[in-house]
């Protein structure tokens, strides 16, 4: 830190924030009001009909109901929330993971209003968030980008010529996407015009927006993430990388940090990239810069995300870090310490769902009847249910989060089976079984595992 730690607290205390109202619910709601708690800020919660048995209903100092339980009428009613904000004197808004967390109007709104967003400003959020954009800033900035087009693509006649220049196989994307939507692998000359006309369709319908752009396809890559923190000098800092490629469709199932693909020379290489990319953009707040890696260990840049992410806490685990608190004293304007970090420790995280992992991991709300948490040393679970609580229909399936974490990738992995052996949850179906069957897959446990991981992985039926 630059100041003595004497004046930083002082300094800390003039311009902190004395309310902070979080605009989510579920465990990540939880998660912010846990560290506000420990800052000694003040927390409001807020929740829609169907939430009012939640946790961080009941764990906030104050609450305020923003709407019946879709989330177009609560959690994503920008004006209820700023409502909310206003008659609760709030001085800041965290908007966790999802919902209004990387809307920029939400962001500009806020400003405003004179109410901090804990997260970036509108300005970065569009910058980030149109894909092709962000990949011509990181293309200036110095940071590896997959071949392909000079950003949006015009007509069909220039994909044509793109594709031939960049060479088959190639990847349309779309500039308004992210998470795979309008996104199409093109091995041959005759499938490109169709892929072109049923992306943008995609597209257009998902985002209201058919600009696309082109990639080399990159085979069997890994999704490896770097968190960054960037502060309001426009410095910025690592915290190390998270593996994030065992995904269903375009959803992560489980993370880990390091990677075991990682080695010290790669690792020091993307954390650079990413920091570059960063302090590039006077990027503010705690960010994630996504990469994908081919089998040579080459990295390219995939996208930025200007949020805290669900897979956070396994960085935490092992820099022994607190990524919310950071977010808050950046945004009240104190600055990084501006080191880098590398784990270590080993830790993975496993996302419990309320989904049928024996019927294609379709949703299971409804009551919990019964529920044994895993305790012990190196574990932790970040959750909002209990008992008696009844998981509702209108939201995503995520209903905890199981993270292990020891001084080795074996240890970390027997820790984890030992945990799911524990966890009992009854009166929904879970993943659970999914985790626990992972933890004995063989090239799961090789750490021999890509993006396409989960396209062969086949779940054993139930022994009962
Ligand atoms: C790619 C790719 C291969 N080559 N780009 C998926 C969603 C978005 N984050 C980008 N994605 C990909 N972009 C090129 N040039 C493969 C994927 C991809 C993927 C990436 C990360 C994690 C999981 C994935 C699943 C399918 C495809």
């Known amino acids: 830190m630059e100041f003595g730690d004497w004046n930083l607290k002082f300094l800390i205390q003039d ?37 009012e048995e939640s946790l961080h209903v009941k764990f906030a100092d104050e609450a305020v109901c923003i709407g019946p339980p879709a989330s177009s009428e609560s959690y994503l009613k920008m004006s209820n929330i700023i409502s909310a904000a206003e008659i609760t004197n709030a001085d ?15 962001s500009k709104i806020c400003e405003e209003h004179g109410i901090k967003f804990i997260g970036a400003s509108a300005e970065m959020i569009d910058r980030m968030g149109d894909k092709a954009n962000a990949k011509a800033t990181m293309k200036a ?25 960049t060479g088959y196989p190639v990847m349309l994307k779309a500039s308004a996407g992210g998470g795979g939507k309008g996104m199409r692998a093109v091995w041959k000359p005759e499938d490109l015009q169709n892929a072109w006309e049923s992306a ?22 890994r999704h490896i ?35 075991p693909f990682m080695t010290d020379k790669l690792r020091e290489e993307m954390g650079l990239a990413a920091v570059r990319a960063s302090e590039y953009i006077k990027y ?56 880098h970090y590398t784990p270590k420790l080993h830790s993975i995280e496993c996302r419990i769902n309320a989904e049928d992992p024996y019927n294609g991991f379709r949703p ?30 209108n939201y995503d399936s995520m209903i905890a989060k199981l993270i292990t974490t020891a001084q080795t990738r074996e240890e970390a992995i027997n820790k984890m089976k030992r945990a799911l052996d524990e966890f009992v949850i009854e009166g929904i179906k879970t993943t659970i079984p999914f985790h626990r069957q992972l933890m004995d897959h063989p090239d799961y446990l090789a750490g021999n595992y890509t993006t396409k991981f989960m396209e062969d992985f086949e779940m054993k039926q139930d022994e009962e």
């Open 141 to 165: 900035a110095g940071v590896p980008c997959v071949p392909g087009s000079d950003g949006i693509i015009e007509t069909f006649e220039d994909c044509k010529r793109v594709a031939k220049e």
């Open 364 to 393: 299971s709300p409804g009551v919990i009847t019964t529920l044994h948490a895993p305790g012990g040393h190196g574990i932790r679970l970040d959750t909002h249910v209990y008992a008696g609580y009844a998981i509702p229909p």
């Open 92 to 106: 800041a808004i965290h908007p966790g993971y999802g919902f209004l967390s990387e809307n920029a109007k939400f």
């Open 15 to 51: 311009v902190m924030f004395k309310k902070i109202l979080i605009a989510n619910r579920g465990e990540i709601a939880l998660r912010v009001i846990r560290t506000c708690k420990e800052m000694g800020i003040k927390t409001v919660a807020v929740y829609s009909t169907v939430d």
């Open 225 to 259: 993430e770097i968190q960054i923190v960037g502060d309001s000098r426009g410095k910025a800092c690592h915290l190390s990388e998270r593996d994030c490629s065992v995904q269903r469709r375009h959803q992560k199932l489980t993370e880990e940090t390091p990677s």
């Open 284 to 339: 503010e707040g705690a960010g994630t810069v996504e990469f994908l890696v081919d089998k040579h260990r080459n990295f390219y840049f995939m996208e930025m995300n200007t949020r805290i992410q669900v897979e956070h806490p396994i960085t935490e685990q092992v820099i022994d870090f607190d990524l919310i608190r950071e977010q808050i004293l950046v945004a009240a304007g104190v600055p990084i310490s501006g080191k």
């Open 200 to 221: 943008r369709t995609e597209s257009k319908a998902a985002f209201g927006n058919d600009d696309m752009y082109m990639e080399k396809l990159i085979e069997e890559p």
